[in-house]
T-cell receptor, first 116, second 112 residues
Framework: GAGVSQTPSNKVTEKGKYVELRCDPISGHTALYWYRQSLGQGPEFLIY????????DSGLPNDRFFAVRPEGSVSTLKIQRTERGDSAVYLC??????????????FGPGTRLLVL | KQEVTQIPAALSVPEGENLVLNCSFT??????LQWFRQDPGKGLTSLLLIQSSQREQTSGRLNASLDKSSGRSTLYIAASQPGDSATYLCAVRNPYDYKLSFGAGTTVTVRA
């Protein structure tokens, strides 16, 4: 079956522009996560969706970042007024809740964002 | 806040040698711990998941141990191969939320 997919794979934008990053989770997975990975670092949590609602958005760095998941499947991460410090790889993951301690998050290939 | 540290940051070994990768975490009240592999320019692939009640997990040449009381996990890779060259990430999930806390990773190079 298909894994988690993310588009675009690469995005180059100019400082101050608006960008949208898309994530298609594994079919049937109710939980969806966004992480951000800077060069040489591990991924850092941004936001978690359970169904359509954001259950935990404590990792969003500021109000320029926003994410939606209107139908409980595809999610879009939106960044307004991009800054050079936003350059990173944005990773999406999904999981099937109910597996308890065996729950595994499945990651997509990421979107590499470069802000010039 | 859970802090995860991985040592060493990089490791280079000749083919056939066993690999030992270390992960430590500050909050021992974990839900589970996962080891991931990341190839350059790629996403993360889950290798092993150890539940909080378990001491170790094995898959093929990979074995991961967990000592919650000391806040440590070790990933062993036996008889390394050049195809094992990648970055290995350790991630911890706490019982009070769903997010994973990652270490910075250990980048492994296996020389043919």
């Amino acid at each position: 079956g298909a894994g988690v997919s993310q588009t675009p794979s690469n995005k180059v934008t100019e400082k101050g522009k608006y960008v949208e990053l898309r994530c298609d989770p594994i079919s049937g997975h109710t939980a969806l996560y966004w992480y951000r990975q800077s060069l040489g670092q591990g991924p850092e949590f941004l936001i978690y969706f359970q169904g359509t609602g954001a259950a935990d958005d404590s990792g969003l760095p500021n109000d320029r970042f926003f994410a939606v998941r209107p139908e409980g499947s595809v999610s879009t991460l939106k960044i307004q007024r991009t800054e050079r410090g936003d350059s990173a790889v944005y990773l999406c993951a999904s999981s099937s809740l109910g597996a308890g301690e065996q729950e595994t998050q499945y990651f997509g290939p990421g979107t590499r964002l470069l802000v010039l | 806040k859970q802090e995860v540290t991985q040592i060493p940051a990089a490791l280079s070994v000749p083919e056939g040698e066993n690999l030992v990768l270390n992960c430590s975490f500050t909050d021992s009240a974990i839900y589970n711990l996962q080891w991931f592999r990341q190839d350059p320019g790629k996403g993360l692939t889950s290798l092993l998941l150890i539940q909080s009640s378990q001491r170790e997990q094995t898959s093929g040449r990979l074995n991961a141990s967990l000592d919650k009381s000391s806040g440590r996990s070790t990933l062993y890779i036996a008889a390394s191969q050049p195809g094992d060259s990648a970055t290995y990430l350790c991630a911890v999930r706490n019982p009070y939320d769903y997010k994973l806390s990652f270490g910075a990773g250990t980048t492994v190079t296996v020389r043919a």
